[in-house]
């Protein structure tokens, strides 16, 4: 069984900061790309950030700049430092994984992590 599971979520001012982290436990057998969404009430899921098994990085418009995601290999943990934030931020995040299965891909995801930024 393969679960994630996030942390770090919480109340910040606007223009405060925020660490996430997500935690991968399971028969992970290799390095998988790692991803943070977020959803605010009533609106629709979207993208924020992706890293690859080797590194490389992508971000929604909307973040790039202020946030940046990283891994830990080793402890199967991806991180999202995210600075400067805004009252538009606040949202659930929630870490997403693909993993290859002999039937094909799943996708994982956590509970999820509330973020409020307001003053």
């Known amino acids: 069984q393969v679960q994630l599971v996030e942390s770090g979520g919480g109340l910040v001012q606007p223009g405060g900061s925020l660490r996430l982290s997500c935690v991968a436990s399971?028969?992970?057998?290799?390095?998988?790309?790692m991803s943070w969404f977020r959803q605010a009430s009533g609106k629709e899921r979207e993208f924020v950030a992706t890293?690859?098994?080797?590194?490389?990085?992508n971000y929604a418009d909307s973040v790039k700049g202020r946030f940046t995601i990283s891994r830990d290999n080793a402890k199967n943990t991806v991180y999202l430092q995210m600075n400067s934030l805004k009252p538009e931020d606040t949202a659930i995040y929630l870490c997403?994984?693909?993993?290859?299965?002999?039937?094909?891909?799943?996708?994982?995801w956590g509970q999820g992590t509330q973020v409020t930024v307001s003053s």
């Open positions: 997403y994984m693909p993993l290859m299965f002999r039937d094909g891909i799943r996708n994982y």
């Open positions: 399971g028969d992970i057998f290799s390095a998988n790309p």
């Open positions: 890293i690859s098994s080797g590194g490389s990085t």
